[in-house]
């Protein structure tokens, strides 16, 4: 079943929503999910990166994602075109870890040329070349793109490769390419994922606690605003900070459980990018306010909290924790509402 469902996963367009759970099954999820955390370790090795908070966040947002749309065929070209960015600049490799491992956000680029369209042998090397361009862009275009919001969002590369694939997406329409949209969800293993996500982040608590976190350093985690880029592992030290990843992920966990929400390859996305955050940016009092905007704003009943788009809303948009962190608890209720 997990081969068989690996290569589901492998050939499949991977545009959202692709619950790889719902569209292969859980086992084959987890081991792409396995594969995928372990290729991002080893790129952080190979261009001997430091152990920041970008590298944390960067492996966990890998993490989830490998169960909702990204794979090893569909990021592996990405990571050539940032090498190639690197290599055509001349400049540290070691500066590009953020374009490496969030710039694999372009997978469904690689995976749509290269099986959504039934191109054959011509679509898989279509695929493979777009995949090469699209992390070349992400790699130029991810500064520019970090003076418009000037870290208030934290997804600053995953900003940049909306842009990217915004583009592609109409060129390939101009040719008459139309994209047929996906909705994978599945719902039958909320109570498996429930008690995985909590055990996870109680080990990172006690992990952290272990190691020796602080209150005093905690404080220090709790009192930045957040904006990007705002390495805790630097700020405080690495025991506290794993100690704020747990909490801010028992906090995901918690409003996709109390307002009776699925639990499946794409919340775990969300709420394992948002633990990744916990090292980079996020903590309680900042996506608390921006999680409760969306829920106030689904209790007119013009959406309902359970549905897809405003579930992943809440665990997502806690990228726009700097407002919060910087303006307060009202402004992150209004941008989550918006």
């Known amino acids: 079943d997990v081969m068989s469902g690996m290569w589901t996963i492998l050939t499949s367009p991977g545009i959202l929503i692709t619950d790889y759970v719902a569209l292969a099954n859980l086992g084959a999820a987890l081991v792409n999910a396995g594969i995928l955390t372990l290729m991002a370790l080893a790129i952080a090795w190979i261009i001997d990166a430091k152990f920041t908070g970008y590298l944390i966040a960067g492996t966990f947002t890998m993490m989830g994602f490998a169960m909702f749309g990204k794979n090893p065929f569909n990021t592996f070209p990405i990571f050539v075109g940032v090498y190639i960015y690197d290599r055509v600049t001349r400049r540290e490799n ?9 710039g694999t956000t372009l997978g469904p680029l ?3 040329m290269a099986f959504g369209f039934d191109f054959g042998i011509g679509g898989l090397v279509g695929g493979i070349l777009l995949g090469l361009l699209g992390g070349f862009l992400l790699a130029a275009l991810m500064g520019h793109v970090y003076s418009i919001h000037l870290g208030y969002n934290l997804y600053n590369t995953g900003t940049t490769g909306g842009f990217v694939g915004t583009v592609v997406y109409m060129v390939m329409r101009g040719f008459g390419l139309e994209i047929s949209p996906a909705f994978y969800w599945s719902t039958e293993h909320t109570g498996f994922f429930a008690i995985l996500t909590a055990s996870l982040m109680l080990v990172l608590i006690l992990l952290g606690v272990v190691w020796g976190a602080s209150w005093e350093s905690f404080r220090k985690i709790v009192h930045q605003t957040g904006k990007l880029s705002t390495d805790f592992v630097e700020v405080s030290d690495l025991s ?31 709420i394992l990018t948002v633990v990744g955050f916990g090292a980079l940016g996020k903590h309680l009092r900042n996506i608390f306010p921006i999680m409760m905007g969306v829920y106030l704003m ?9 549905a897809p788009g405003p579930l992943l809303a809440a665990l997502f948009c806690t990228t726009l924790a700097p407002i919060a962190g910087q303006f307060g608890f009202f402004a992150g209720l209004v941008v989550g509402a918006l």
């Open 94 to 102: 070691r500066d590009f870890l953020a374009p490496y491992l969030f």
């Open 240 to 270: 506290t900070t794993l100690v704020n990843m747990g909490l801010v992920g028992l906090l995901g966990l918690s409003y996709v459980l109390i307002v009776g929400g699925d639990l499946n390859g794409a919340t775990m996305a969300g």
């Open 298 to 306: 689904c209790i007119p009943n013009f959406w309902t909290h359970t």
């Open 110 to 112: 690689v995976g749509q």
